[in-house]
C-alpha cells in the first residue's frame, strides 16, 4: 500500500462546475495536510493545508478532512480553465518531510 | 521576500560526470529541502536542514549525492557520477520555524545522456 494515494485522473471538469480530488494516507500519525498545485513544467506551489477535523475553506478552495478515515479531499468551486493542473496532496507526519502523492491532474474545460 | 531561488534552472551533463545545484531559501527561514521528481510522479523526499546541520537523509539517497548548508544560508546538492537514472527536476523547498509548510524553488532540471 502507496503511503498516499490519489487517483491519477485525469478529472475532467466543465467551466463552472466543483471539482472534488480525494487523497488517501496510510500513516495514521499524520497531524497536517497540504494541498499544492503545480502546472505542467513548474514547481509545486501551496495552495492550501489544515490540521483539524473539518472543512477549511480559503476562496474557491475547500479543503476536508477526515482523521479517522485517513481521507482528505480538496473542492475547487467555479472552475476554471486556469486551474488546470496537477494537484498534489502531502501528508506532514513525524520527521521533518513531506510524503507526496502521485497528483491527480485537472482538466477544466471551457 | 524574493521566494526560494534555485541555480542553475537547467542543467544537461554526460555520464560520469559530476554535477552542482544551488538553492537559496526564502529569508530566515532555518528550514531547507531537496527533492527529486520524475515526470507524473509526485516529489521524492532526499535530505532536509534545519539552519546547517542535516537532520534527515532519505535512505533512496546514494553516496554519490550530498548535500550542504554550510552557513545555515543557501544549500547545494551535489552528484558525483552522473546516470541517466538521475535525470529528474531537482526541487529545494524552505519553511520557517514552527510551521510545517514548505514554499518551493523553480526547481533545477537535470538531463544526463
Known amino acids: 500500500q502507496k503511503e498516499v494515494e490519489q487517483n491519477s485522473g485525469p478529472l475532467s471538469v466543465p467551466e463552472g462546475a466543483i471539482a472534488s480530488l480525494n487523497c488517501t494516507y496510510s500513516d495514521r500519525g499524520s497531524q497536517s495536510f497540504f494541498w499544492y498545485r503545480q502546472y505542467s513544467g513548474k514547481s509545486p506551489e501551496l495552495i492550501m493545508f489544515i490540521y483539524s477535523n473539518g472543512d477549511k475553506e480559503d476562496g474557491r478552495f475547500t479543503a476536508q478532512l477526515n482523521k479517522a478515515s485517513q481521507y482528505v479531499s480538496l473542492l475547487i468551486r467555479d472552475s476554471q480553465p486556469s486551474d488546470s493542473a496537477t494537484y498534489l496532496c502531502a501528508p506532514h507526519a513525524a520527521g521533518n518531510k513531506l510524503t507526496f502523492g502521485g497528483g491527480t491532474r485537472v482538466l477544466v474545460k471551457p | 521576500d524574493t521566494g526560494v531561488s534555485q541555480d542553475p534552472r537547467h542543467k544537461i551533463t554526460k555520464r560520469g560526470q559530476n554535477v552542482t545545484f544551488r538553492c537559496d531559501p526564502i529569508s530566515e527561514h532555518n528550514r531547507l529541502y531537496w527533492y527529486r521528481q520524475t515526470l507524473g510522479q509526485g516529489p521524492e523526499f532526499l535530505t532536509y536542514?534545519?539552519?546547517?546541520?542535516?537532520?534527515?537523509k532519505s535512505r533512496l539517497l546514494s553516496d554519490r549525492f550530498s548535500a550542504e548548508r554550510p552557513k545555515g544560508s543557501f544549500s547545494t546538492l551535489e552528484i558525483q557520477r552522473t546516470e541517466q537514472g538521475d535525470s529528474a527536476m531537482y526541487l529545494c523547498?524552505?519553511?520557517?520555524?514552527?510551521?510545517?509548510?514548505?514554499?518551493f524553488g523553480p526547481g533545477t532540471r537535470l538531463t544526463v545522456t
Open positions: 536542514f534545519q539552519n546547517e546541520a542535516q537532520l534527515e
Open positions: 523547498a524552505s519553511s520557517p520555524t514552527g510551521l510545517w509548510e514548505q514554499y
